[in-house]
């Protein structure tokens, strides 16, 4: 019981005590956002916290490693986010192409799929199990490339993708914990814990932020934990759990693809349309915004919770509920909007990738 707590706290101490440095760094070595015509924040902001984030979740989990040795997958965390780590720090620095940051994400992902975070057998609605044979390794590197991204694209007002996290993670372990995970469990509360200290410095007014190293690789870390925690014992992964627990990342991802291809324009354009934007739009600040999503997060965890714990009857009814609200919601937003426009094909000159899309 001592090791946990130990490992807990140190990656809460480490955050509080490393993001100072990493704002003085990224400062000295001008890793900084500058405001543009599609950013929220008005003043040029550190962007380094991610390194601080992955030194202080890295340095729990070896003292976990060290003293339980049971804990070997956890190499597949730390080398892959290790690599979508160094991705979003060149992209935060250089500026990398879509395609660039897409084969590092992948490289990633297989490395967490081959240290076992994988779905093999997946828990359908129905109740009946399905065994994904050769598609296991595929469709788990495509999920957690969707989720890494999924986040990255989130991460757009002060403490939204940090806050997101710790409300997510929270979810993962309390699943952990029902299914007797305890190892993951205790690795999750360490994301809680490092998420959390971060977030004293995050949350609106940011004195800095988690940049694209920081958000991928929280992104990546929620996609790994999610396929191991929302499973059925001797079923498999419960998908419309890991969709539903998902579903505002998700939802505005697959938003953006479509209103950008109505429009002519590569999937990958930069826009100011994501949900947190049209929060903004309806007149909410930035903080009330951030605490809508927020809450709507924390409704879609304690649904999908539900139905993991619930029969399928129950599950599938309040399972449904969340759906059509958080439909109406989008539409209320106008986020579906774009199907009503026509389709205007840019010239091949005009259709371009910007360095830092979203």
């Not at 395609?99 to 109740?127: D, H, M, N, W």
């Not at 694209?212 to 929302?230: H, P, R, T, Y």
């Not at 929060?279 to 605490?291: H, P």
């Amino acid at each position: 019981m001592l090791l946990p707590l130990v490992t807990i706290a140190a990656a809460l101490i480490i955050t509080l005590i490393c993001t100072p440095f990493a704002k003085k760094l990224a400062i000295r070595y001008k890793i900084v956002a500058l405001p543009n015509h599609r950013t929220i924040h008005d003043s040029t902001t550190p962007k380094l916290g991610g390194l601080t984030i992955y030194l202080a979740f890295a340095s729990a989990l070896i003292i976990l490693a060290v003293y339980d040795q049971g804990m070997s997958n956890l190499g597949g965390l730390l080398l892959g986010g290790g690599v979508v780590l160094f991705v979003g720090l060149f992209d935060d620095i250089l500026g990398l192409s879509c395609y660039r940051k897409l084969i590092g994400q992948t490289i990633a992902a297989i490395i967490a799929v081959s240290f076992g975070f994988v779905a093999e057998t997946i828990y359908l609605p129905s109740g009946e199990s399905l065994n994904l044979g050769l598609w296991a390794f595929p469709l788990s590197v495509l999920w957690i490339v969707g989720i890494t991204n999924a986040v990255n694209l989130l991460d757009g007002l002060d403490g939204l993708a940090t806050g997101f996290t710790i409300i997510i993670t929270v979810f993962i372990c309390a699943a952990a914990v029902m299914s007797q995970n305890y190892q993951l469990a205790v690795v999750a509360a360490i994301l809680i814990a490092t998420c959390s200290g971060f977030l004293r410095y995050n949350f609106s007014p940011a004195r800095i932020f988690l940049g694209d190293m920081g958000s991928l690789f929280l992104g990546f870390l929620l996609a790994c934990l999610s396929l191991k925690a929302f499973v059925i014992p001797g079923s498999g992964v419960h998908v419309l759990v890991l969709v539903g627990i998902f579903m505002i990342p998700l939802a505005d991802t697959l938003l953006a693809i479509f209103r950008r291809l109505s429009s002519g324009r590569h999937p990958f354009w930069a826009d100011k349309q994501h949900i947190h934007h049209r929060l903004l739009d309806s007149g909410m600040s930035q903080v009330k915004a951030v605490l809508v999503i927020y809450a709507a997060t924390l409704l879609c965890g304690v649904v999908c919770l539900l139905y993991f714990a619930t029969n399928i009857q129950i599950g599938i009814l309040l399972y449904s509920g969340l759906a059509l609200l958080f439909l109406l919601a989008l539409g209320r937003l106008h986020c579906f909007d774009f199907f009503k426009t026509k389709v205007t094909y840019k010239k091949p000159e005009e259709v371009h990738l910007q360095k830092h899309a979203d």
